[in-house]
């Protein structure tokens, strides 16, 4: 499984930066702005990066044996960006969360939740952000990313699972001093889980069955610095 998930990752982060010397190269620069000769504005910074904190709530699953769900809590991510245009910029995004799996059998109330594991949860994403002008120094952004999330659970009978994630982000960014800026941001983070079978498959068998396809609905908000250059 580790050296699956360590194969899954390398070939995602190739591919994600063989898209970003793609992207570098076909762009054109943002060009500064004349008048009477002078210049009046310099090229936003190409490359920008991003660091937030935030929470990170909902995530939950209709199961065989229950419901099945992600406790809120904090999460952190941080971001790599080009601007390959003056109003879009390709973005790779890594986010983690530090949660607990629990499972609600059917038929019980709150008082059945039923402690499984500690879990880690880290999302690995890249798409584009389109940036919208607007009269004053604020940036409104939107767009959409799609790339993979890990599921690692922290006991050894549940083994880690891998699956296919789409994201859909929108917030605004804003300067500070310098290179510096502000960020605030919110996301909405959907794993995709296939139609039957089993999830958190350890050595002894599935632990848990699957009864359907489905897309585990994750929100988060954040806010953070960013840093041009």
């Not at 009477?36 to 699953?61: E, I, M, N």
């Not at 245009?85 to 609600?104: E, K, N, P």
Request: charged content about 15%; some cysteine; hydrophobic content about 40%.
């Amino acid at each position: 499984m580790k050296n699956f998930l360590l194969g899954s990752l390398t070939r995602l982060c190739v591919s994600i930066g063989l898209c970003l010397m793609a992207v570098a190269g076909a762009a054109q620069p943002v060009p500064p702005t004349y008048k009477g000769g002078l210049v009046l504005t310099k090229p936003a910074s190409p490359w920008r990066l991003d660091a937030t904190g935030g929470y990170q709530f909902l995530g939950a699953l209709r199961l065989n044996e229950g419901r099945l769900r992600l406790e809120d809590g904090f999460n952190w991510s941080g971001s790599l960006s080009y601007r390959w245009r003056d109003t879009d910029r390709f973005m790779v995004t890594y986010i983690y969360q530090a949660s607990t799996l629990w499972l609600r059998p059917y038929g019980t109330g709150i008082r059945g939740d039923r402690r499984l594991t500690d879990i880690q949860v880290h999302y690995l994403l890249a798409g584009n952000m389109r940036e919208f002008a607007t009269a004053g120094s604020v940036r409104p952004f939107a767009g959409a990313q799609a790339g993979m999330v890990v599921f690692a659970p922290q006991s050894r009978q549940y083994g880690n699972e891998t699956r296919f994630a789409v994201g859909l982000t929108g917030g605004a960014t804003g300067p500070l001093a310098g290179p510096l800026g502000w960020k605030v941001e919110a996301s909405m983070l959907m794993p995709i889980l296939w139609v039957g079978g089993g999830v958190f498959c350890g050595p002894g068998g599935c632990n848990l069955g699957l009864s359907g396809g489905s897309a585990l609905v994750q929100l988060r908000t954040n806010a953070g610095l960013t840093i041009g250059f």
